[in-house]
């Protein structure tokens, strides 16, 4: 069985009325570096990107993310969010919702969201969200943004890199005809939804359905340090609040902070 990306077979499952704009690539250094460029020398918003291998995919913090060939998705879109800057956050929220509920309607499996852009399968890392994107001085919103979504969907065939072998996991075993391209439609269909209704915030709570971090324990990574905490509620700016050993409370911003369940 194959399942190769195809341009026809994504468009021909698309039901957004927007007028989406799809690139895919064999092989690319970033789809994330790629759009970023492209939405500097104006390119219009709408925009898609999807590639079957990333020679330099990364994640927040410049960290590396794996894009192994014909394993999985690694997807950019180009968005305008009528969104305040700080409120960037918004666009990685609705975007793990978007996966989150394109796996669950193709698939059996329960994705869980870790805070604030990592989707976990069975605890285990199977997708990963960036959003990155340009501010505009006058206005403060968004010029443009570039939401940056990586999949993996089988496992290569030489099993994930010994640096992530524990802590990632694939949503399918064997290949199915076509799922990359469903699941490439599903999510477009879904995050363009979504940003047309950000100010509303329908996704929220849906976000919350599928958090893993509420009412667990969990360790805040700050400076280096790991501080115990419990994780309270994700509040209306998607800020994470949480009650330290000692009694005090936070309220979390993603930006400079990771979490370990
Ligand atoms: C992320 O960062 O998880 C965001 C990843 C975004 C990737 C997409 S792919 C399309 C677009 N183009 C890009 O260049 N990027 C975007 P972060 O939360 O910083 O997590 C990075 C960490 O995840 C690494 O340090 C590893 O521990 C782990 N990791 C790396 N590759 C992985 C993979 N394939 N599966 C599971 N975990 C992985």
Redesign the pocket.
């Known amino acids: 069985m194959k399942d190769i990306l195809s341009h026809e077979e994504i468009i021909k499952n698309l039901s957004v009325s927007h007028n989406i704009n799809l690139e895919i690539f064999d092989e690319i250094d970033?789809?994330?570096?790629y759009l970023k460029d492209r939405a500097k020398k104006g390119e219009r918003i709408g925009t898609v990107v999807i590639s079957d291998h990333?020679t330099?995919?990364?994640?927040?913090?410049d960290?590396?993310?794996?894009?192994p060939k014909k394993c999985?998705i690694?997807?950019?879109i180009l968005l305008k969010p009528d969104l305040p800057a700080e409120q960037g956050v918004m666009l990685t929220t609705a975007a793990a919702v978007a996966v989150s509920d394109a796996i669950a309607s193709l698939t059996d499996l329960k994705p869980k969201i870790k805070w604030v852009?990592?989707i976990l399968i069975n605890g285990k890392?199977v997708c990963?969200?960036?959003t990155e994107g340009a501010i505009n001085t006058k206005t403060l919103k968004f010029d443009w943004a570039v939401v940056?979504?990586?999949i993996?969907v089988y496992v290569p065939e030489n099993n994930f890199e010994p640096?992530?072998k524990n802590?990632?996991t694939a949503l399918l075993k064997e290949k199915q005809e076509n799922f990359r391209n469903k699941l490439c439609a599903e999510i477009i269909n879904r995050i363009f939804s979504f940003c047309d209704n950000l100010k509303n915030k329908d996704f929220l709570s849906k976000y919350k359905e599928y958090s893993c971090v509420l009412n667990q324990k969990i360790n805040v990574i700050k400076n280096n340090a790991l501080l115990p905490a419990t994780a309270l509620d994700i509040d209306d700016e998607c800020q994470l609040k949480v009650r330290y050993d000692d009694g005090k409370t936070e309220l979390l911003n993603s930006g400079e902070i990771s979490i370990k369940i």
């Open positions: 970033s789809t994330n570096i990333q330099l995919g990364h994640g927040r913090f960290r590396k993310f794996h894009s999985g690694y997807m950019s852009n990592d890392k990963g969200i960036l940056g979504i990586g993996n640096d992530i802590i990632a």
